[in-house]
């Protein structure tokens, strides 16, 4: 695309393609992976062979870095199982768990069955098990598997007010596996003894209890199907993603009967979620979930604006490859102001900056070439238009996720955007030892209403208090008209950022003309959470 003259730079085929492939860019699919995908910084950890958690905000590229991996490890030819846990988000506990569970069973069959070509050489059995080769050994595994997934299934299905009867022994006496015979009867919970003996059953113990108690029961012989599998497959990933979505109380209990059930297997789980949204862990006796820095390590992918620079690059680079198809160049395109407007806009989020970037060349096409200097590109007011319209729907991520404290962090949004058209400011400071406050404005940072600049700051006059350097997000001052002499980005100097006027605190909230926020019970205990949440906070 050419840059000289002022010709409407946003008006050309090459740009109606480009709006075209930002559309499709915005988010991970499951054929190939994204097609815009650039490697995050310190990404190349959840490579490894371990557990991992990849947190970030919505939008920040956990599902593409985990589709990345799921397409590195199936060229590899490893198993790569992915449970999404947005569909079984509306499930009761435990069949939420029984679906995850029913996935990576499904799953671990699919990479078997991948593999039957290299079955068929001699003494590959042998070689694999160490036992003499019986005929087809992987189809038998395939069928064991296919059968497990089939009882997990019917228990799925079954009503949670039944009890599950089943079978531990085969018809000779010998105990199966899970797999590899258990036969299940649901029954209601007021069935009689009779209802056993209509199981055509002749030596096998038969066990009458709940879902949960199956699974446990049903536990070791998962695991043996796991193990003989990866000693087929070389291991593999199993990516659950959007883990966020399930109930907190929930999140532990998931986590910790999957973990126990690929441990040391060579299958590693490969975990995405909201930081802020998601336990990990619960203690207790027994304790459930996983340890981050213990059973798991974690892959940081909200880091935001803390490091301007470097995710300035990381998002230019995203929608420089996205922009090559079509061959725009994006700097021919966009202002300078315009470029960094979009990183701030977007609060570093990828998906987000991938948004403004097609609203704002929409909004540029919509007013046209005018005499205003620059204006045949993409100006910083179009990239505050397109900022404004995407507030409604940052207002309903918020109402979806933080349901108990939507109305309280909505009130607080409007606290600080009053405050900031007063100061004339995008920026604001706020002290560290106001754990409450610190507290919620933590929460609406991985909602994506605030985004953290600066971390323990310091004022004059002030002596040893610190201060957190904030972002108001570009949406909410762009929904209000009130991006004008605004100042967005002077905070980048220390002496800037250092001042006093700029301190928004629960006095400067409780007079800013909206009710006081009040904290909800889980805040009232004085000091701040921890980053990683307990499940009694979460509940």
Known sequence: MGTGGNSAQFATAEVTQLLKDLQEATRATPFGGPQSYVPPKGGE????????FVFGQRGSGKSSLLRHLQEQVTEEDRAAVWIDQEIFANLSYPDVLV????????????ALLSKIPEA????????????????????????????????LELLKFAPLDRKVQWTVNDEAGSTVGAGAGVKMKIVSLDAKTEGTAKLSVSSSEVVEGSKEQYLERALTNFRSLIVDTAKVTGGGFVFVDDLYQLRRDVQPLVLGYLHRLVKDTGVWLKIGSIRYSTVTFKPGDPPRGMQIGHDAHE?????????????????????????????????ALFTDDARKRLVLAAGGVARDYLRLASGSITEARNRGVSEKTGS?????????????????????????????????????????TEFCREKKSAYF????????????????????????LVESETIPDKGSQRFNVWLLDVAELSAQRATTGMDFLKWEKRENRRNRRLIFSSVEAAGSGVSPVTQPNDLRRGPALPQQPTLDDAE
């Open 120 to 151: 068929q050489k001699p003494g590959f059995f042998k070689r694999i098990f160490g036992a003499k080769e019986p005929a087809h050994p992987i189809a038998t595994l395939a069928t064991s598997l296919g059968e497990a997934a089939n009882q």
């Open 45 to 52: 950890i959840a490579e490894a062979n371990y557990h991992h």
């Open 376 to 416: 045949h590109r993409v100006i910083v007011e179009d990239v505050n238009k397109a900022a404004g319209l995407i507030s409604p729907s940052k207002f309903d991520d918020l109402r979806k996720d933080e349901p108990d404290e939507a109305l309280e962090l909505e009130k607080i949004v409007r606290q600080i």
């Open 99 to 110: 679906s995850a569970v029913h996935e990576l069973i499904k799953g671990a069959r699919e």
């Open 429 to 452: 400071l706020v002290a560290t030892d106001e754990a409450i406050l610190s507290e919620q404005i933590n929460k609406l940072q991985h909602l994506r209403f605030t985004h953290l």
């Open 299 to 331: 892959v940081p992918l909200d880091r935001g604006l803390r490091h301007f620079k470097s995710t300035h690059e990381f998002l230019e680079q995203i929608l420089s490859k996205v922009a090559s198809k079509s061959g725009v160049d994006i700097k």
